[in-house]
Each structure stands twice: as C-alpha cells, then as structure tokens.
C-alpha cells in the first residue's frame, strides 16, 4: 500500500468522557498533492514522513514568517533534510494543528510541532511524546501563530492526550518569548502539571553600539588588547581578509571550501565531520542549498591570501541570524582564528541593517564566545501533563529522571574528553 491518506476520523479521549472537544485527525504516508487541493477537513494533520511533508511546505513556512518566535529549524525544507538524513528522523512525526473552520469551510495554520512518540521512557509504559531534538539541533521551539499561540498549544496538548500521551516533553525552546508565556498560561488554564528540567543562557548579539564601538563598551580592554596583537600578529602572515556573503556567485565552491576546513580538524581526525558522514554531509548540503535558494545563508570568511582560516555558516530568520557551523585552521589556532571571526564578524553583523539580533547558538558557559557577545538569550526545557488521568504523577517522575540522566550524561562525557585527550597527547608523544 503506498497509503497517501489514512485514518481520518475522530479519536476520543481514554475514559470516554463527552464534554471535552474531541479532534478530527487525518494522517499522510505519503505526498499527496491532488488531496490538497482542498482546505484540511480535520483538526490535526499528521505528517509521516518527510514525503508527506511537501503538499505543505508552502504552508509551514508561512507560518515561520508569522511566528513571533522563530525557528529556521522546523522550516519545511531543514526539517524535511533531518528527517531524512539524521538519526531518529524516521520516527518523526509532524503535527500540523489547525484553527475551527470559518463559514466558507477555510482553516488556518495555528502551529507545526515535529515530535517522536517514546514508548518506555524511563520505564513509564505509556507513551510520552517529545519534540524532535537531534545531534545539530539549536532551538527546538514550535511554530506558532503569532497572536494565537495559546489555541495552538492548548489544542496540540488536547491531541497528544487523546492519542494517549501522558506528556509532552518541549526540549530547548526560547524561554523568554511568546511561545513560553503561552505554555505557562495555558498550563495554569488547564490545571496541567508542568516541569521544567532545565534553564540556561547563550550568548547572544543585540545592541544600539554599532561596530567595533559594540567592543569597547562591552569587552575588557586587556581582552580588546590580546585579540588586536593576536590580529596584527597573523597579518603578518599574509594578506588577512573578512568577507560576509551569500555565496551567491559560488555556492558549490564554498561548500567544498567549508567541509574541507572543518574535516582538515579534530573532526575529521575522529570521524565525526559533515565531510566525513555521508547522512550529515548531505544534510548539511541540502540545508544550505535550500537557505541559499530562499536567500536565508550568510557566510563569513577570515582569508590569509585567499585560503580560508575560519568560516561560519549562518541561516537568516526575520530581521535575525542563528549561528549554525564554525570551522578553523588549527594550523593558525595561535591566532585564535574562530574568535577573530566571531568579534571582528559580529561587528560587521551589527552594521548591517537587515540585523536586530545574532544567536551564537552556543552551549552554556561556552568558553570563547561568552567572553566576546555580551548578550544572552534564555533556553527552557519543559515537560508538561496532558489530560490523562496520570499525568499528575508520571510528569514530576519524569523530571526527575529526566534530570538525573542529563547530569550522568554530561559527567560521562567529561570523564570521556579528558581520557581522550590524555590518549591523544600520548599517542602525539
């Protein structure tokens, strides 16, 4: 069966009760465009596969463009590439959550929620369903209609419990716009459980101070000093240029330049660069081409005689930018390339009128950016009940758990970097 539309019809809620709204699903297999021709007939569309995902491109990204908080990651064509190219992709599902429709029969878009269904998570043996985060993610905030993002969330909630769900897990969503003030408040409406398992700050760019005057406001001189020597000292090297473009002209060529500069590090040394990958190299690729195409790629390049020494790839949402992949040289990490980059390239960014703000979309406490971009931007990370009858006691578990494990993790990987790197610094010897 190559299946193009299944299952439309209308899901009740575990206990049968009859005076919540029940929703009306319909769920695509495959694209299915002639089917689309006409307005959504259900309340919830949900999308299988990165196939089903294209009769609605159109329609996702229009509602990126009227999202008060921006995703370039859920856009329909970065979403469709992690989908199909990434670990886990092929368990995600889509759901597209539609308003009531009007007298002339027309729905509107009200939110894109991209979520796997975890069965046994932490050994809850009802199913717990968590927004899509992967290896490359950065945000992982819904898309949600500008004005209405209540209704959306609020019917998304609905839907995760009538399918079963006894909670939704929202993973690194902006913790200080639109989409997190609605979840407060529809989670206190609802009388909804709601655990927040973790809270953090990345650096981040917005400011009145245009250029380099951004740097001596915000950045302590003795810093200022040792990256204007460190900078002299590499002109010395070789005509130093830094260029921001849209490889435009080029798009292959500087694609070719990127993979090779980031293979050309530890990544490449360990196996784990795009170059080297062939599922990531191609998502990288298609992500890219699909920006470049839409006009959403910035690039920035630091060139000692036109031979890159750092690069950065940017994708543009609104009137900001988020951050995606550095690269540098190693052969001139003296020069300490990638900060040159981000200091000398934020204040070009600053300059440029199409900006308001930069997501550095680093990690916490990140130790080479956080000493330049004085900004920060809040990240939350949420676990939330449904309406099913144990919720009230599976959400504050999971939290815990959920807690313990990321602490585990993160000590695990400690201990693994530091073993790795006496490993490394022995083999070097």
């Avoid at 529809?186 to 927040?196: H, K, Q």
């Amino acid at each position: 069966m190559t299946g193009i539309r299944t299952n439309i019809g209308r899901i009740k809620t575990r206990d049968g009760r009859t005076d919540e709204p029940v929703l009306t699903v319909e769920r695509l297999l495959h694209a299915a465009r002639y089917l689309h021709d006409a307005p959504p007939e259900a309340d919830v569309v949900v999308l299988e596969s990165a196939d089903a995902l294209s009769p609605y491109a159109a329609e996702i990204d229009a509602l990126g463009e009227r999202a008060t908080d921006t995703n370039t990651q859920f856009e329909s064509a970065t979403l469709a590439s992690s989908m199909r190219h990434l670990a886990g992709g092929k368990d995600v599902e889509i759901a597209l959550v539609w308003s009531d429709a009007d007298g002339a029969g027309q729905r509107v878009l009200l939110g894109a929620f991209p979520y796997r269904s975890l069965r046994g998570r932490f050994g809850v043996p009802l199913p717990v369903w968590q927004v899509w985060t992967h290896l490359h993610s950065y945000i992982a905030t819904p898309l949600l209609r500008a004005g209405r993002e209540k209704q959306a969330l609020a019917r998304f909630l609905a839907f995760a419990g009538q399918c079963g769900a006894v909670a939704v897990e929202f993973p690194l969503c902006q913790g200080d716009g639109a989409f997190s003030a609605a979840l407060d408040e529809v989670v206190a409406e609802r009388s909804l459980p709601l655990r927040e398992t973790d809270r953090h700050e990345r650096a981040f760019l917005q400011s009145d101070f245009k250029g380099a005057d951004y740097f001596t406001k915000t950045m302590r001189k003795k810093k200022r000093k040792e990256y204007g020597r460190l900078w002299n000292r590499l002109s010395e090297e070789g005509d130093v240029q830094l260029v921001a473009h849209d490889a435009a002209s080029d798009f292959d060529g500087w694609l070719d330049r990127f993979l090779t500069l980031e293979a050309k590090g530890w990544k490449g040394q360990r196996g784990t660069a795009l170059k080297v990958v062939p599922g990531e190299r191609a998502f990288f690729t298609e992500i890219c081409k699909g920006a470049r195409a839409q006009d959403k790629l910035h690039c920035l390049e630091l060139t000692v005689d036109g031979a890159p020494i750092a690069m950065l790839a940017s994708f543009r949402a609104g009137r900001g930018l988020y951050t995606f992949k550095i690269a540098f040289d190693e052969d001139y990490a003296r020069f300490s390339p990638g900060a040159q980059l981000m200091m000398r390239g934020g204040a070009m960014l600053l300059d440029d009128p199409r900006f308001d703000w930069v997501d550095s979309c680093a990690i916490p406490d990140h130790p080479m950016i956080d000493h330049i971009w004085a900004e920060r931007r809040v990240m939350r990370s949420v676990i939330v009940g449904t309406d099913h009858r144990l919720s009230q006691a599976a959400v504050p578990f999971l939290s815990t758990m959920t807690t313990c494990a990321t602490m585990l993790r993160e000590r695990a990987k400690r201990i693994y970097h530091m073993i790795r790197k006496e490993v490394e610094h022995g083999t070097a010897n």
